[in-house]
């Protein structure tokens, strides 16, 4: 990493060779290390994971938003997306039976979500 002032703006070669070995020489450089391929791999399943836990907490939304838009609320407990809150979802019974159809998607979809960040957790 080289440390740059505000405006400074170099655009030669030879300028900038010279700059590199005075910020040598006075050992204001910084070394930067590149990790090896094993390393990132190890990365981009991280930032799958990641990409996971923010799919599920989207599915998460639209399906509380759901809830709330046709008058569900969960008043068991304090806490949502434990054991209890999901024993409460499979009881909830909308009006009609395709409300109850998106329902049954959007809980699918959760599951499924979670299942999958279950499982790239478990391989990092």
């Given at each position: ?69 046709h008058g569900k609320r969960y008043t068991a ?11 409460w979802l499979a009881d909830v019974k909308t ?21 999958r960040v279950q499982g790239l957790r478990k391989?990092?």
């Open positions: 990493m080289i440390p740059k002032k505000a405006g400074d703006r170099v655009k030669t070669d030879r300028r900038d060779a010279v700059k590199l070995a005075s910020l040598f020489r006075s050992g204001e450089l910084t070394s930067v290390w590149v990790p090896d391929e094993e390393q990132e791999a190890v990365r981009d399943l991280t930032r799958a994971r990641e990409e996971m836990k923010r799919v599920e907490l989207q599915l998460k939304q639209r399906l509380g938003a759901f809830l709330l838009r407990g304090k806490s949502k997306w434990t054991q209890k809150y999901y024993r009006d009609f039976p395709v409300q109850q159809i998106v329902l049954e998607e959007y809980m699918d979809a959760v599951k499924q979500a979670e299942e391989e990092l």
